[in-house]
């Protein structure tokens, strides 16, 4: 079956940067985008942006331009996301989810990745 | 970008219980919403696509309708692992947008 399975928590410090990583199977890795959304602490759902695995081209939210990149490793089907310039508002659980183009929505997802910016 | 208003915030029912949860596009958008589930330290799960269409292995107590700008989730005879958090996510353009999020609690 469909899985995608995230890295484990992070630790880390303001104006630092953090890898979180996204292993997928049960499917071909590059037919797929893979996506990320965060959750801050007690807040909505927000789109961060998505990488295509086939070509490795992504597109970030206008709030994340410029400090985000995703990529990937087709070798061993996994998708990272990296986040620079860290604050405290980037406190959040991150996910990434596997979006379906044809019918628009994101079928399968990681159990999260939680991600804690302290000094 | 396209805003999605979703209501109530929050919701006390009891098992057994029918919850409806609505969601707002500020722009058209066909049929392109997607309704998820929410609990803590769990992976997401899709409920709703297509605005009605229930994803595989979702129970039939959930339903969805709508169209346009105005959107319903709807979960009949509340069952006591339905207590989430429930959002709304239109699929029509870019950047994907997500509904604030309801959380059903127990009564």
């Known amino acids: 079956q469909v899985q995608l399975v995230q890295s484990g928590f992070e630790v880390t410090k303001p104006g630092a940067s953090v890898r979180v990583s996204c292993k997928t199977s049960?499917?071909?890795?590059?037919?797929?985008?893979i996506h990320w959304v965060r959750q801050a602490p007690g807040q909505g759902l927000e789109w961060v942006g998505r990488?295509?695995?086939?070509?490795?081209?992504?597109n970030y939210a206008q709030q994340f331009q410029g400090r985000v990149s995703m990529t990937r490793d087709t070798s061993i089907s996994t998708v990272y996301m990296e986040l620079h310039s860290l604050t405290s508002d980037d406190t959040a659980l991150f996910f990434c989810?596997?979006?379906?183009?044809?019918?628009?929505?994101?079928?399968?997802w990681g159990q999260g990745t939680l991600v804690t910016v302290s000094s | 970008d396209i805003q999605m208003t979703q209501s109530p915030s929050s919701v006390s029912a009891s098992v057994g219980d029918r919850v409806t949860i609505t969601c707002r596009a500020s722009h058209r958008i066909s049929n392109w919403l997607a309704w998820y589930q929410l609990r803590p330290g769990k992976a997401p799960n899709l409920l709703i696509y297509g605005s009605s269409t229930l994803q595989s292995g979702v129970p039939s107590r959930f339903s969805g309708s709508g169209s346009g700008t105005d959107f319903t989730l709807t979960i009949n005879n509340l069952q006591p692992e339905d207590f989430a958090t429930y959002f709304c996510q239109q699929g029509s353009s870019f950047p994907l947008t997500f509904g604030g999020g309801t959380k059903v609690e127990i009564k």
């Open positions: 049960g499917y071909t890795f590059t037919e797929y985008y």
């Open positions: 989810a596997r979006h379906d183009l044809r019918l628009r929505m994101f079928d399968s």
């Open positions: 990488v295509n695995p086939l070509s490795g081209a992504a």
